[in-house]
């Protein structure tokens, strides 16, 4: 636990400079405790504390972990180009608190997306070497057969691959759905593997990363939650 000046905190969560954080609090516009703080030197410790600004409840967070249910046509790029960054979903803060995706999805795909300011996190999430569960349903132009889940289940080549890749899971959910389970995390992966296999993926859903799904979150399409430590306790690999 750490004590720390009013205006470092609110900079810290994300509030803006640390020039415009001064002026928040000068204003009257930031509370602790039901208590208006108007010293920006005033220090408290950080461990858990609750600040209201604008009438708003923000817990102090050292960092934050981020579950977006993100719709179609939102990229996740840093720098979007033909469509708005999925950052565009979320407060204005965590944009200041860089926070970032964990991993992609293409601007097309909807479903499960983590985001999150801390680097070490997102590095580990994103490690090939990290082999946690992700799993998918895609919806093919033609016809799901038992070729296609075989084919998919045994490795499909792709071109810029040394070895073929296969589903941990795959099962045929429909006349033109799959559900496929990958534990890596290639560049378009679920297309680039349905395409292989002489398929088409004409749309693609996460709903769960891990042991963590859309249903038990319960946000919907466009909204985001914070994750504590028991949700982020369910990103583990497959044993
Ligand atoms: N595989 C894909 O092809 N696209 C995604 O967005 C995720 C996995």
Redesign the pocket.
């Known amino acids: 636990m750490s004590k720390l000046s009013l205006d470092r905190i609110l900079q810290s969560q994300g509030f803006g400079t640390r020039k415009y954080c001064r002026a928040l609090i000068e204003d009257g516009d930031v509370a602790i405790g039901g208590e208006i703080q108007d010293n920006y030197k005033a220090t408290f410790e950080t461990g858990d504390l609750v600040l209201t600004v604008f009438d708003e409840e923000w817990r102090y967070r050292e960092h934050v972990y981020i579950a977006l249910y993100k719709p179609a046509n939102y990229e996740c790029s840093r720098k979007p180009s033909h469509h708005p960054g999925v950052l565009t979903l979320l407060p204005e803060q965590f944009s200041w608190r860089e926070v970032q995706p964990v991993g992609?999805?293409?601007h097309?795909?909807t479903g499960l997306l983590l985001m999150s300011d801390d680097g070490p996190f997102i590095h580990a999430q994103s490690s090939p070497k990290r082999h946690v569960p992700?799993v998918?349903q895609a919806t093919t132009a033609e016809p799901v057969t038992d070729a296609l889940v075989e084919r998919l289940l045994a490795g499909v080549q792709l071109h810029d691959e040394p070895a073929p890749l296969r589903a941990v899971s795959c099962v045929k959910r429909g006349e033109h759905q799959l559900e496929i389970v990958?534990e890596q995390?290639?560049?378009?992966?679920?297309?680039?593997?349905l395409a292989a296999a002489d398929n088409h993926?004409s749309a693609?859903h996460?709903s769960q990363i891990g042991g963590l799904t859309l249903d038990a979150l319960g946000i919907r399409e466009g909204e985001w939650c914070f994750l504590e430590q028991a949700q982020l306790d369910l990103l583990v690999p497959a044993a």
């Open positions: 992609r999805l293409d097309d795909t992700k998918y990958l995390g290639k560049y378009h992966q679920v297309k680039r593997m993926c693609l996460r």
